[in-house]
């Protein structure tokens, strides 16, 4: 598999678990992008945990591989994220607003999702694993 995969929270911590799955993804990934949402959910979840420190480092690291990169929001991903929500609400399939956002950046940087959250299915534009 040698693609450019952006990860979800969930699939972060999986790999973090050791998940085989998804470390088997993340090892065979050209390239991996954490959409700039699920940075800021996991650090958000690091400040309310018990392995704050631990979790720091070990995104750090994460974060500071030649493969990795974070990706914002810029004012084209507005448009992504705007005709994603109007694609929503035609369907009355509404999804949280965070991962509203990780959709538009994966649809504007044409990336293969890897995540756990059954309602990124709404989205026939990406492709998921």
Sequence with gaps: MALKIAIDTNRYVDFCKGEPKIVSQVRAAKHIFIPFVVLAELRAGFLCGKKQELNIKTLSKFLNSDRTSVLF????????????FSQL??????VPTNDLWIAAVVVQNDLTLSTRDKHFH???QIPLI
Excluded: N, S, V, W
């Design 89 to 94: 609400k035609k369907i009355g399939k509404p």
């Design 122 to 124: 709404y989205f026939e």
């Design 73 to 84: 929001a810029d004012e084209q991903t507005t448009h992504h994220y705007a005709r994603l």
